[in-house]
């Protein structure tokens, strides 16, 4: 593997909300979107980054005392002063309470597998597996791919997370012959909101979730964010259920936004958007806007099938895209 | 092989409401007070000063005696149970066996009745009958001052009585056993005396006997003599049930009366022909050994297999129906309810809330590697779960290969449902260690728990598995000391291994630690040693002798080592904080520097008050147990070894080994209260971590704690280990599953027991704040079960701050922030 490797930034062991059964997820950092209600905000930028959370801290200024940039003053509450820090991690190796963490780790692909081996019973007895998050996880695309293949010969179920911005060909070659399920975020149809939300374009995110429709068959899994105001829409769920229909797409999860993302701004120091929510919908709201949404895909489907554009899906009694529509 | 007949494994349909009569047992058995019961010792004290011959050989004697009281024991009929027998003469009794342990309570007779804590009622004229005529003939003769005369008052006799170094339980001889009951169920005591009276008669043929032969020739008389005890105490119940079915007006309990009256003549003198004479014939034996020895974790063994033939022959035979049969395990249950520890004052603060531990173990394999689960494993779950009563100790075992994933997803619901119970066990990893322990493989296969959760070859192998109980932070404290302790002042008990400033690195600590602990052990040891010398010298055991595999046909008492096995168990208080404190003097003196040795000996003298940063690095940064740290995995796992090690080269009195183990009861709340502050951040006088869990709040996240105990091997622990886990909660069907696969993956990564509180930090914290809304909460201690209600504030705050994890994230929920101060680290 040339160059550095991408950075962990955690490793969630028995995590059951990433996939069947219970699972072992990596988040890897750095992502090409800048969603503003991303949950994981320290995922981001491919950079280490310290993060500092004052509720531990007992001002006890070993970090004050051994920053080599002298970029920590006293509080309360302690400040980092960002621009001067080079992210050595000296204060989080001090840090007694664990105040100050360093976000943000190398693992050889080896030291990773062997990490993720340890967990080998739970998946066994719990039909689980491995998920790599992030972050893009497709951003260090080898590094990845090496993983998955070397879970797969391992017998291992594999699942990846992604928002979808890739390059296909490589995609094709290195992520979908090792990967079980591919969950992949559809944020908006519109191109002006997903470019307001997320800082970019999502042309390619769309055209790759129709090849993947294609190519990766059951494997793969739309994933919606639901965050209040935003995605949370009738009208966008509306455009998303009518572009899954016309991909014969049945299956769709729906995620509750989380808004631990703030918390987590705050820790790494970095900026805090003015309209973020502060809690997911409603429990009456979410259910409105899941049966809205559901309703419309089983009914953009039926009439589709009915107009004679799918055959029936041979395993799961569902209609299905059947590949020909898509030539 | 146990075949599944029922079409619904849960019962569901089976409930409290169409068992009335379990239900109001239960209400009783719930709210009955404890009352001391003398009629043993009187009778026991009566015979042996006044009516014994005294040239007769003890075994003889002592058999006489037992026969005595059994004879002349008060058949008593307390409530509507289906069930013959009370193992005291009281409702709820508290047994004095003052020739062991009973003189402790002597001090307190005139307070017991009205102390604050589980008080123990006595009458006036009990105490008196105990003050003047029971307690004085045992003041020189009970086993402790019969050992001290013995062997004159040796050092680690006055090692014990400090109580913060070990325990010796032997005090209590012969308990924390697996009798074998199926023999004579299938064939009747009458059958066995005659076996006894057989092998006399051949011995007598001989002519002249050597010394052997004429010991044998008494513990033949001696069996015959006891278990005609057993027969007439039976015949008593049977002629009072009848005499009371006279008088009796209610047609219902007159016909159960009458029911009883046929059930005890003919068991257990004759063989069980039905399910129920099986559960009654088992309940009287029980009752009889206790009248021997004392109520101490005498454990019932695998009673889903003992008692399945005949529940199988009645099924078929149309002459029960699965009701009947769930009452009649109810009642036996509520009959194992009956009695309790006397309990001085003292004793409060290292056993309290204690029942008498009779562990029950279920399904697994069976001798061929067969699933053994078969519709009565399933009968005493739904039992259970309805029931939720502290003892029987339950235990389920589990061969993750052999049974099904249906039977054990049945036991973590009704762990889920009673929020505690039962325990579970590794097959493959149990029989695994007791075959290195020596045992036969079939043998090893149908083992069953004693007590809390030590390991035995159920019937043939006596194993005496609480006898010592030693506490390792004792053994660290003597090693940082120079082989002194803080809570023993100067005073030089240990050898001198030198002070902490001597040490250069962590190795040479360690072999200093080895040092201290090897001495320690050895002290142990020979009490032990010398308590078995005197128990065999005037404590023989024919009664329960008979009810075993061996020494009928070896001619010897099991106190000299009749069983076909042998061994003793000596388990260890303090594990996690040892091996924490362990993992922080490396680390975070021998690695990263934070302090010198001496620094760090001084800060803990100061319960390091002014040391933030130094407790922080030592709470937060140092290596924990129940990690994935190479550190604490690395010490952990020579910790085993060398107490495996050692303990494996003593040989007992009986030509049985030691056999380490990883249970406290509530040992590590007492002795936590007893030493001072600790490497690993652990505050002066506060808790130890439970049995071999990792210390509270130490390991974050399920899945490597899960592997790091489950990673130990367990040969290294064949006296057996409690490892408690908390759930927050089990909310959905979801969390269920998980819960049920988490077991699965943590006993095929090897670990040999499990068991669990599902039960939230706020729920408990509640409990202890308001008792008198949670009278039934059951907690599991570590190894048996209590009412939470009845522990002692020490032992209530470890149950509360042991972690809690969240099934939903696998990462342990925070521990309330205005409730931090009861941590053992802050």
Redesign the interface.
Known sequence: MQGPLPLVFDI?????DDGP??R?TVFLKGCPLSCSWCHNPESMSVEPEIAFYPDRC?R?G?CRDICPELAITDGPPLQIDRLRCTTCGRCADIC???ALRMMGKEYPVDDLLEIIL??R??F???GGGVTFSGGEPTLGINYLSRLLAALKAEGLHTAIQTCGLFDYDRFARKILPFADLIMFDIKFIAAAEHRKYTGRDNESILKNFKLLASDAGSRLLPRIPLVPGKTATPWNLMEIASFLADLGILRCDLLPYNPAGIAKRLAAGLKLPTDLPDAPLGVEEEDDLRNLFFNALHSLSKSRLDAGKYSDDPQGGLPCRSTSIMQ | MGTITLTDIRLADQDLNNLPLLKSLRQKSLSAKTEVCIERAHYITTFLRDMAVRDEPMEIRYARAVNHFLSNKIPLFPDDSLLAGTTTSKPFGAPVYPELTGLTIWPELDTMSTREKNPQFISREDTDVLNFDVFPYWMEKNILEATRAREGNPPCMKLFERIVFFIASKAGTISHTVPCYAIALESGLEWLIAEAARHEEELMGKGSLSQDESHQLDFYRGIQIALGGIVAYAARLSAKALELAAQETDPARRKNLAAMASVCAQVPARPARTFREAINGLWILQIAIHAESINMAISPGRLDQILFPWYQRDIADGVLTIQEAMELVGCLWLKLNDNTNLVPETGEELFGGAGTVPAVTLGGINENAEDAVNDLTYIMLRVTELLKTRDPSMNARYHPEINSDRYRDRVAEVIASTKSVPAFYNDIAAIKTLENQGIATKDARDYAIIGCVELSASGRSYDASSSIMLNLVSALELALYNGTRPITGDEQIGPATGTAASFATFEQFWVAFKTQLRWLIGEAVQLNEMMGRTHQGFLPTPLLSALFEGPMENGQDLIFGGARYNSSGATHIGFADTVDSLNAIEKGVFIDRRCTFPELLAAMKRDFEGD???H??LV??APKYGS?DPIAVKNSHNLLQFLYQTYQGYTNYRGGRYRPAYWTMTNHAGQGKLSGALPNGRKAYRIFASGITPVSQAAS????CL?AVGGINPLHIPGGEAFNLKYSAIKDK?DL??FS??I???F??GGLHIQFNIMSYEMLIDAKAHPENYPELLVRVSGYSAYFKDLNDAMKDEIITRTAYD?????SVPFPVQQTGMLPST
């Open positions: 969630h062991r028995f995590a059951l059964g219970i072992t007992i006890c070993s007694p309470t664990t340890r967990d019973h739970f066994e007895a719990s | 933030a940063a130094l922080a690095y937060n940064r994935e996240e399920l899945a490597p592997n979801d599953q998980k696969q988490a699965e993956s943590y095929r990564t099934l939903k994230t696998g990462r």
